[in-house]
């Protein structure tokens, strides 16, 4: 997850719940592994109630992405920030307030701004505001020319005018997969180019980038790009003409090139779109007879049994249950997965993102998870059911975390949904 801590520009986090992890951040901008909700980036005074813990920390993290186009961790990616640009870089150097409203269909602000515009009517006068993102539109007086075939790089031509400061979304082909739902994960393709200077932006489609995976609607990226999906079928080509106010603002990109007043174009091809909610398919397989044994339990958290008598392993193991089709994981790529987990000790479970309906994401080899996943997710393929039997060496070593005991062995079950 990324999708690094929540800075000042996330729309959700306010510190970094990685700091709770036992030993300190792991790897610099990590995510935490488990954390307690109640928790926002220091550890919280001792509590007498028993408060819900979950294994992945549901504070939304600063996307990344092999491909560079989020805020890539240092050297991944060569092609740097672009589409997946949180808003904590678009306010770099600046001190306006956060702005969640970014799509005609939301009223959302973040609470804490609500609340100073509420207390403090003269602050809020006394402060720059953001220009507010256009309506959305499927036409303007003048568009760019889109040409080549869905799922090959775009030839995008520029009008000689310059654009008027439309916001066009517009569906140049049509798919026909399944209708894109906000908050899906999505895997797009595109190309871009500055309207205003003519210049060609780097693409997904250039040697050597990827994909990008991103959750449509969720604020995570640019309106350009968050706006550009939900609605539409998978397997279209969507035309996007972003102002400014869609894009990078009033700070502009100077990595890119782009200036604070460019209108960007996307041709935008939607490759897939992965329900929250879903799981991999396939027949299941047993895992080894020394292994924790996994009933498959549909959308529902899978039922594992410890097997008695059996020591825990000192190293890890893993087991593969359904064999994916889709392409190896790499390291320093964004994954999507659902996951069940619980103590080889007794048995007991400890978090599911099924229970909460809402598959996670997380960058590969970075740090953000602990290593047993790391090193046993990496090298599976897209579509796969893997087994996790992480020791304490790979976990949280001697230290307790929430309901985890100190030297705990845990034993995980993984759908790997996707990964760009």
Do not use: C, H
Not at 244 to 259: D, H, I, K, M, T
Not at 265 to 285: K, L, W, Y
């Amino acid at each position: 997850m990324s999708e690094n801590a929540p800075g000042p520009g996330d729309p959700r986090g306010t510190s970094d719940p990685a700091a709770l992890r036992p030993g300190g951040v792991m790897g610099g901008t990590g995510e935490s592994i488990v954390v307690r909700k109640a928790e926002t980036g220091r550890r919280a005074a001792p509590s007498t109630e028993e408060e819900p813990e979950v294994f992945a920390s549901t504070v939304r993290r600063k996307p990344q992405s092999e491909a560079g186009y989020d805020e890539a961790p240092p050297g991944v990616g060569r092609l740097g920030v672009i589409l997946g640009t949180v808003l904590a870089v678009l306010l770099v150097g600046s001190g306006v307030t956060l702005w969640l409203a970014n799509r005609p269909d939301s009223g959302d602000v973040a609470p804490a701004a609500a609340a100073d515009s509420a207390q403090s009517p003269s602050a809020e006068a006394s402060e720059p505001t953001e220009p507010t993102v256009p309506p959305i539109k499927d036409t303007a007086a003048v568009l760019p020319k889109v040409s080549g075939a869905v799922g090959t790089k775009a030839r995008i031509e520029v009008p000689k005018e310059q654009a008027d400061g439309t916001f066009v979304v517009k569906t140049l082909t049509e798919g026909d997969g399944p209708v894109v739902k906000k908050n899906d994960w999505v895997t797009v393709d595109y190309t871009a180019k500055d309207w205003t200077t003519g210049k060609d932006i780097p693409s997904s489609y250039d040697k050597g980038a990827k994909p990008q995976l991103f959750q449509a609607g969720a604020g995570e990226l640019i309106a350009a790009l968050d706006s550009s999906v939900a609605g539409r079928k998978v397997g279209s080509r969507v035309l996007v003409v972003a102002p400014p106010e869609a894009a990078f603002r009033e700070q502009g990109n100077s990595q890119l090139g782009v200036g604070a007043k460019d209108t960007l174009v996307f041709a935008v091809d939607i490759v897939r779109a992965t329900d929250p909610t879903a799981i991999v398919s396939g027949t299941p397989t047993d895992a080894p007879a020394d292994l924790p044994q996994v009933k498959d339990n549909g959308k529902k958290a899978a039922e594992i049994t410890v097997p008695k008598g059996v020591a825990a392993p000192k190293a890890l193991k893993s087991a593969v249950l359904i064999k994916g089709k889709g392409p190896k994981v790499e390291s320093g790529q964004k994954v999507v997965v659902q996951y069940t987990g619980l103590l080889y000790s007794n048995g007991k479970k400890f978090d599911s993102s099924l229970d909460r309906g809402s598959a996670f994401s997380f960058v590969t080899g970075g740090g953000q998870v602990i290593e047993g996943w790391d090193k046993g997710l990496v090298g599976q393929t897209v579509g796969s059911r893997v087994e996790l039997v992480i020791p304490p060496s790979l976990g949280y070593k001697d230290q307790a975390q929430g309901s985890i005991p100190a030297n705990s062995t845990l034993v995980f079950v993984v759908d790997i949904l996707d990964a760009g």
